[in-house]
């Protein structure tokens, strides 16, 4: 059993950065990888980052890339979310999910294991 926590959120003028952070406790040992999902209100989970834990590669969606960077702090299991240049249409809850095994894509169903969520709202 792997828990999630996320941090960071908050609110934002557009242009403005957030960190977000998701810390991992429990058997975290058999974690494939981490991914940062979110959802608007009315709208579907949307996968935006994701990150593979043992060799650091990664996933973006084109709806961050260039904005967003996804980094991990192994010792801390901790996986951030980094985002720059935020848009109004960013404003959403970001939630983090972990996968015990092999995630190829963003896909929801890939994840066995999900945070709680934190609010992100941008302002314009």
């Known amino acids: 059993q792997v828990e999630l926590v996320e941090s960071g959120g908050g609110s934002v003028q557009a242009g403005g950065s957030l960190r977000l952070s998701c810390a991992a406790s429990g058997y975290t040992y058999g974690t494939n990888s981490v991914a940062w999902f979110r959802q608007a209100p009315g709208k579907d989970r949307e996968g935006i980052y994701l990150i593979y834990i043992r060799n650091g590669d990664t996933i973006v969606s084109d709806s961050v890339k260039g904005r967003f960077t996804i980094s991990q702090d192994k010792a801390k299991n901790t996986v951030y979310l980094q985002m720059n240049s935020l848009k109004p249409e960013d404003t959403a809850m970001y939630y983090c999910?972990?996968?015990?095994?092999?995630?190829?894509?963003?896909?929801?169903?890939?994840?066995?294991?999900w945070g709680q969520g934190t609010q992100v709202t941008v302002s314009s």
């Open positions: 999910a972990a996968s015990s095994r092999w995630a190829p894509s963003l896909a929801p169903g890939n994840f066995n294991y």
